[in-house]
């Protein structure tokens, strides 16, 4: 349970550095051009404490849900030479762009080490050419379980399971080569009730335990009280002089593909086809929960995973939307187009009726969808 919550924070943490990065982006282009930077915060207000240094005041604060940028002026309708208004459009947009180009600077470092590292990805169960070293490993193990009183632990790989019984006097015991979870999970139900020999593989070693899969069992366990992950390594170590061009490459690669397919649910959702079967919605608490269980896989799929985040955020922000950067965006468009800026106070009514719409939409994804999985990975926890 400890380890849990351990992952959880650590995952929660991952998600306030990456926010910490977009602002970092807006802040350090800001300054290149002169800007007057106010403060630079870590969460959201009330102030916990902060130290200014030079002009700009460095504050952590109380509500951990992100961080943000006081840009001098951002908001318009100032004629100090260091405000953001006064900047050209150019200028201007560079800066609100500069936030969403962290997040891919993000991504590219991130698969960088990645594929300087490999990663074992979940592959699930189906069938599919060129999978490498493909495997079942242990995820969780229930307690009071034939799992957990054999002494298996999360991080195993099941190599094989092999009955006592003979299945004719001229043929030996049932022997199944675990390569599928289904495959041992329909084993263990067949010889429910009989001591079965499992061969175990951790960290490196190989060795047998023997347990016997329970008759009656939780609904939510199984016979033999485990969760299971079929894994492969889909990104395999390279070399730390490619690994950087690698990354670079597969950031693009993911944006590209990221694109494709919001397109084509956007496309669906146009003509009403509808959300793809099965879509679900995630808010920062999801995406907490999503990145505590991506550890379970390892570093590699964590580090993964976060640099698909970073990608689909950075899609996101870019979205022409007032409170996003691509609404900023469009507001200067309008700008350019005009001749002349968007009356600061309308811009400022437009952005915060769409701040409080995109927050109603955020509370209602975190009650419908996130909270129960939140629980759900709480219960599966303390079960372990």
Request: aromatic content about 12%; overall charge neutral; some cysteine.
């Amino acid at each position: 349970m400890i380890s849990s919550i351990l992952i959880l924070v650590v995952a929660f943490l991952s998600l306030i550095i990456l926010m910490v990065i977009h602002e970092f982006g807006h802040f350090i282009i800001a300054k290149k051009f002169g800007v007057r930077v106010d403060e630079f915060g870590i969460g959201y207000p009330p102030k916990l404490f902060g130290k200014k240094i030079g002009e700009t005041i460095y504050s952590v604060n109380l509500l951990p849900l992100g961080a943000f940028v006081r840009i001098h002026g951002e908001e318009g309708g100032l004629d100090d030479y260091r405000s953001f208004s006064k900047l050209k459009i150019w200028q201007r947009a560079l800066i609100v762009v500069g936030g969403v180009a962290a997040f891919w600077i993000a991504a590219m470092v991130i698969f960088s080490v990645v594929f300087g590292i490999g990663a074992d990805l979940p592959v699930g169960d189906q069938d599919v050419q060129g999978l490498t070293n493909p495997r079942v490993v242990v995820l969780g193990v229930s307690q009071n379980s034939p799992a957990a009183g054999a002494g298996l632990k999360v991080g195993d790989t099941l190599v094989q399971v092999q009955s006592h019984k003979y299945e004719s006097a001229n043929a030996g015991p049932e022997v199944l080569k675990i390569n599928k979870i289904q495959d041992f999970r329909d084993f263990t139900k067949q010889h429910a009730g009989e001591e079965v020999v499992l061969a175990v593989q951790r960290g490196g070693k190989d060795f047998d335990v023997n347990l016997s899969p329970r008759v009656d069992y939780p609904s939510d366990q199984g016979p033999v009280g485990v969760a299971l992950e079929r894994m492969a390594t889909l990104i395999e170590k390279t070399l730390w002089y490619l690994a950087p061009i690698k990354g670079v490459s597969y950031t693009f690669e993911t944006t590209a593909n990221a694109v494709a397919g919001l397109y084509q649910v956007l496309a669906n959702l146009v003509i009403g086809k509808g959300a793809p079967e099965g879509a679900s919605f995630a808010g920062p608490l999801g995406i907490t929960v999503f990145l505590a269980n991506a550890a379970s896989y390892g570093a590699g799929f964590f580090l993964y995973f976060i640099g698909i985040i970073c990608v689909f955020i950075a899609i996101f922000n870019l979205f022409p939307i007032p409170a996003l950067d691509g609404g900023k965006l469009v507001f200067l468009l309008i700008e350019k187009i005009k001749g002349r800026p968007v009356s600061p106070k309308v811009e400022q009514s437009i952005t915060v009726i769409f701040f409080l719409l995109l927050i109603t939409l955020s509370i209602f994804i975190t009650v419908r969808f996130d909270i129960p999985r939140f629980t759900d990975f709480l219960k599966s926890s303390l079960s372990q």
